[in-house]
Protein backbone atom coordinates (compact mmCIF):
# COMPACT_ATOMS: atom_id res chain seq x y z
CA UNK A 1 0.00 0.00 0.00
CA UNK A 2 1.23 3.60 -0.85
CA UNK A 3 2.27 5.36 2.56
CA UNK A 4 2.83 8.96 3.29
CA UNK A 5 5.51 10.60 5.40
CA UNK A 6 4.91 13.81 7.40
CA UNK A 7 8.22 16.11 8.03
CA UNK A 8 9.31 19.55 8.47
CA UNK A 9 7.63 19.94 11.91
CA UNK A 10 9.14 21.37 15.22
CA UNK A 11 9.34 24.32 17.66
CA UNK A 12 9.22 27.63 16.03
CA UNK A 13 8.56 30.88 17.27
CA UNK A 14 5.50 33.16 16.62
CA UNK A 15 5.64 34.80 13.35
CA UNK A 16 7.77 32.32 12.11
CA UNK A 17 7.48 30.09 8.87
CA UNK A 18 7.24 26.44 8.69
CA UNK A 19 7.30 23.77 5.07
CA UNK A 20 5.87 20.83 5.94
CA UNK A 21 6.23 17.85 3.57
CA UNK A 22 4.29 14.47 2.60
CA UNK A 23 6.15 12.41 0.78
CA UNK A 24 4.16 9.89 -1.26
CA UNK A 25 6.05 6.58 -1.58
CA UNK A 26 6.14 5.32 -5.46
CA UNK A 27 2.83 6.25 -6.98
CA UNK A 28 1.89 8.04 -4.50
CA UNK A 29 0.70 11.22 -6.29
CA UNK A 30 -1.65 9.16 -8.77
CA UNK A 31 -4.38 9.71 -5.82
CA UNK A 32 -6.42 12.21 -6.80
CA UNK A 33 -5.93 14.57 -3.90
CA UNK A 34 -3.98 15.30 -1.10
CA UNK A 35 -4.97 17.06 1.76
CA UNK A 36 -3.94 18.65 4.82
CA UNK A 37 -5.39 17.96 8.34
CA UNK A 38 -4.22 18.82 12.36
CA UNK A 39 -5.39 17.83 15.31
CA UNK A 40 -4.69 18.75 18.73
CA UNK A 41 -5.39 16.73 22.13
CA UNK A 42 -8.92 16.30 22.96
CA UNK A 43 -10.06 18.00 19.33
CA UNK A 44 -11.24 16.21 16.05
CA UNK A 45 -8.93 16.42 13.16
CA UNK A 46 -9.25 19.75 11.11
CA UNK A 47 -9.21 20.24 7.72
CA UNK A 48 -6.57 22.83 6.30
CA UNK A 49 -6.35 22.69 2.63
CA UNK A 50 -6.06 20.47 -0.21
CA UNK A 51 -4.84 19.91 -3.24
CA UNK A 52 -6.26 17.89 -5.98
CA UNK A 53 -3.55 16.01 -8.53
CA UNK A 54 -5.46 16.38 -11.55
CA UNK A 55 -6.00 19.81 -12.25
CA UNK A 56 -3.80 21.51 -9.35
CA UNK A 57 -6.39 23.36 -7.91
CA UNK A 58 -6.29 24.02 -3.91
CA UNK A 59 -8.90 24.92 -1.93
CA UNK A 60 -7.94 26.25 1.57
CA UNK A 61 -10.00 26.57 4.94
CA UNK A 62 -11.51 30.10 6.13
CA UNK A 63 -9.56 30.61 8.77
CA UNK A 64 -5.90 29.42 7.37
CA UNK A 65 -6.02 31.24 3.75
CA UNK A 66 -4.17 33.69 3.07
CA UNK A 67 -1.39 32.32 5.81
CA UNK A 68 -1.42 28.48 3.90
CA UNK A 69 0.14 27.58 0.92
CA UNK A 70 -0.13 23.80 -0.31
CA UNK A 71 2.27 22.85 -3.65
CA UNK A 72 3.00 19.88 -5.21
CA UNK A 73 6.47 18.46 -6.84
CA UNK A 74 5.53 15.28 -9.07
CA UNK A 75 9.05 14.33 -9.79
CA UNK A 76 10.03 14.18 -6.13
CA UNK A 77 6.40 12.48 -5.23
CA UNK A 78 5.86 15.35 -1.98
CA UNK A 79 3.01 17.45 -1.65
CA UNK A 80 4.03 20.91 0.64
CA UNK A 81 2.30 22.93 2.87
CA UNK A 82 3.71 26.22 3.55
CA UNK A 83 2.64 28.30 6.60
CA UNK A 84 3.49 31.46 7.42
CA UNK A 85 2.87 34.48 10.77
CA UNK A 86 2.33 31.39 12.76
CA UNK A 87 0.19 31.36 15.63
CA UNK A 88 0.35 29.52 19.03
CA UNK A 89 -2.76 28.12 18.29
CA UNK A 90 -1.30 26.49 15.54
CA UNK A 91 0.23 24.32 17.61
CA UNK A 92 -0.86 20.87 16.48
CA UNK A 93 0.30 17.32 15.12
CA UNK A 94 -0.28 17.89 10.65
CA UNK A 95 -1.30 15.17 9.04
CA UNK A 96 -1.81 14.61 5.15
CA UNK A 97 -4.27 12.35 3.41
CA UNK A 98 -5.05 11.15 0.91
CA UNK A 99 -8.33 10.32 -1.29
CA UNK A 100 -8.70 8.45 -4.85
CA UNK A 101 -12.27 8.45 -5.67
CA UNK A 102 -14.53 11.16 -6.61
CA UNK A 103 -16.95 11.69 -3.97
CA UNK A 104 -13.88 11.07 -1.25
CA UNK A 105 -12.09 13.75 -3.09
CA UNK A 106 -15.33 16.43 -3.15
CA UNK A 107 -15.82 15.61 0.69
CA UNK A 108 -12.43 15.98 1.49
CA UNK A 109 -10.48 18.14 -0.77
CA UNK A 110 -13.80 20.80 -1.70
CA UNK A 111 -15.57 20.15 1.65
CA UNK A 112 -11.93 19.22 3.63
CA UNK A 113 -14.24 17.18 6.04
CA UNK A 114 -12.65 13.60 7.09
CA UNK A 115 -13.67 10.38 5.04
CA UNK A 116 -13.17 6.84 6.17
CA UNK A 117 -11.42 6.65 2.53
CA UNK A 118 -8.38 8.61 3.44
CA UNK A 119 -5.24 7.37 3.52
CA UNK A 120 -3.03 8.99 6.73
CA UNK A 121 0.27 9.90 7.05
CA UNK A 122 1.44 9.49 10.66
CA UNK A 123 1.76 12.98 11.25
CA UNK A 124 4.40 15.76 12.18
CA UNK A 125 3.98 18.08 15.51
CA UNK A 126 4.28 21.69 15.08
CA UNK A 127 4.23 23.78 18.19
CA UNK A 128 4.44 27.75 17.86
CA UNK A 129 6.00 29.22 21.05
CA UNK A 130 8.42 31.42 22.50
Known amino acids: QVQFVESGGGLVQPGGSLRLSCAAS????????IGWFRQTFGKEREGLGC????????YYADSVTGRFTISSDNVKNTVYLQIDSLKPEDTAVYYC???????????????????????WGKGTPVIVGS
Open 97 to 119: GAVHDGLSVQAMCVELRMVSTIV
Open 26 to 33: EFGLQYNA
Open 51 to 58: INNNNGQT
